[in-house]
């Protein structure tokens, strides 16, 4: 090529280069997990678990206050319920002295009666109670709701962290997936440049068809690997883009990188600390609380209730004038439930009983999670060490590769052991990503089993 035509393609390619880097969306780990916590649709439902949870306290609060009801009846009989005749006639009349009734002689004529009540009426009543004692179920009915709403938002706390910790693999595992195909393209390069030298070999009559033959192979498998881990790099995105709420971008660019800043002790928590951390731990102590919240509703029910009240009723019907009345009352109610604790007794020892399953469960579940907590360390204090140890088996095989090379352009061996050493090269590789991604998954990890994530 004319030297004249070199820095225009240079130039063309840098621009190139430029304007597929202006086309690219870029996204960081803090990007992405704001937007999953916003799209996500558990959270969403948590969200609106905790609203439905206040309205409930906001609906047991209400029990404090005055119930207030109206009763409205009319009816209309077939027949009056009172009727009375009265068959007209003489009637002596009365001078004073009852002894003259009998031998009276003067009358009055009294022409009968016919009466017929309560054949129809509409009566109005409308009554205010105010509870003076329940049983304490007010109190613990209020009680109860308050729990609800905090057990909804450490609900809500544990669906974000799910949803974090989840982001965060997802993110890693592209992230992986792209440094794979990074060696992948410079163990591609290195193929390149050994086919170029086994060709001008053969050529040479150095060496025969079969070894530029491997190489050729090796080609075509670096190919193929290439194509599966493309394809797995989309379903990876697309995947990613769905439970981020993010529409699939073909040009998404995961910025952060796989660089560990930071050892495990510098995130080291004692278990026993950690652990009253844990929204798990807090439920398990609220779930003993609502047991034992039940349990007071329970005995409430069997306790005396007391309240007073005032009411108003009206009738559209009066004896007298037929017109309507109305008439207003104070009152005072007391319910003594005397032959229900027969059976109070069972289901207050039943509740009891429940009282003490959620005590024991209370306590099995924390030792589970301060196991939990223990295995999350181990675990990552063995894939921080895993980084050492795939960094210096990479760094081995990158010495035996060159070393390999020097031999093979000495003819001290021969392609396959250097075909070899590329492929262990490869290999090392990606077992330091895999190291790397590993430990930033077990990192947060860790930091979720110990309340701080």
């Known amino acids: 090529m004319k030297r004249k035509y070199i820095v225009p393609i240079i130039i063309l390619c840098a621009c190139t280069g430029t304007m597929q880097s202006w086309a690219q969306t870029k996204y960081s780990l803090e990007d992405c997990k704001q937007m999953a916590v916003e799209n996500n649709r558990t959270i969403k439902n948590s969200r609106l678990e905790i609203e439905a949870a206040k309205q409930t306290k906001k609906s047991a ?12 009846m009319g009816f209309r009989f077939n027949n009056p319920l009172l009727e009375y005749n009265m068959p007209g006639g003489n009637l002596p009349v009365y001078d004073g002295n009852p002894a003259n009734l009998p031998a009276a002689t003067q009358f009055a004529y009294f022409p009968g009666i016919s009466l017929s009540l309560l054949d129809k009426a509409t009566i109005g009543a409308v009554t205010a109670v105010q509870p003076v004692f329940a049983g304490g ?28 910790l989840q982001t965060e693999e997802q993110y890693w595992l592209i992230v992986s997936l792209n440094e ?27 060496i025969n068809r079969n070894d530029v033959m491997k ?28 439970y981020i709420g993010l529409a699939y971008d073909s040009t998404m660019v995961l910025s952060d990188t796989l660089i560990i800043s930071q050892n495990p002790y510098e995130v080291y928590l004692d278990a026993d600390q950690a652990v009253l951390n844990r929204e798990e731990y807090k439920l398990l102590q609220k779930s003993v609380e609502a047991e034992e919240l039940q349990t007071r509703l329970k005995i409430g029910e069997y306790l ?39 059976g109070a007794s069972h289901d207050i020892k039943e509740k009891k009983y429940k009282e003490q399953i959620a005590r024991n469960n209370s306590q099995n579940n924390t030792e589970l999670l301060l196991l939990q ?74 930091l979720q089993v110990t309340g701080r994530y």
């Not at 192979?217 to 883009?241: D, H, P, R, V, Y």
């Not at 204090?381 to 020097?406: C, F, G, P, W």
């Open 61 to 72: 609060f209400t029990n404090y206050f005055p119930k207030v009801s109206a009763t409205g």
């Open 137 to 164: 179920r007010i109190v613990t009915g209020n009680k109860l709701a308050r729990l609800g709403v905090n057990v909804n938002n450490s609900r809500l706390i544990l669906s974000k962290s799910e949803v974090l």
């Open 180 to 206: 794979k195909l990074k060696t992948l393209h410079m163990v591609e390069m290195l193929l390149d440049t050994v086919y170029k030298q086994a060709d001008n070999a053969y050529r040479a009559g150095l």
């Open 215 to 242: 190489v050729s192979i090796k080609q075509s498998e670096m190919k193929m690997n290439q194509l599966k881990l493309e394809n797995g790099i989309k379903l990876a995105t697309m995947a990613f883009s769905q």
């Open 304 to 342: 005396p209730e007391v309240g007073v009240g005032v009411g108003a009723v009206y009738y559209d019907y009066d004896f007298s004038n037929n017109k309507g009345t109305s008439n207003t009352m104070v009152f005072a109610s007391v319910k003594i439930p005397i032959s229900d604790w027969w």
């Open 373 to 446: 907590i223990q295995k999350a360390w181990n675990e990552l204090n063995e894939a921080y060490k895993q980084i050492d140890v795939a960094h210096e088996t990479m760094v081995q095989a990158e010495e035996n590769l060159r070393i390999n090379s020097d031999n093979y352009e000495n003819g001290i061996v021969n392609i396959s052991d250097m075909l070899e050493a590329q492929a262990m090269l490869q290999q090392t590789k990606d077992d330091l990503t895999d190291a790397r991604s590993g430990y930033r998954i077990k990192f947060v990890t860790y």
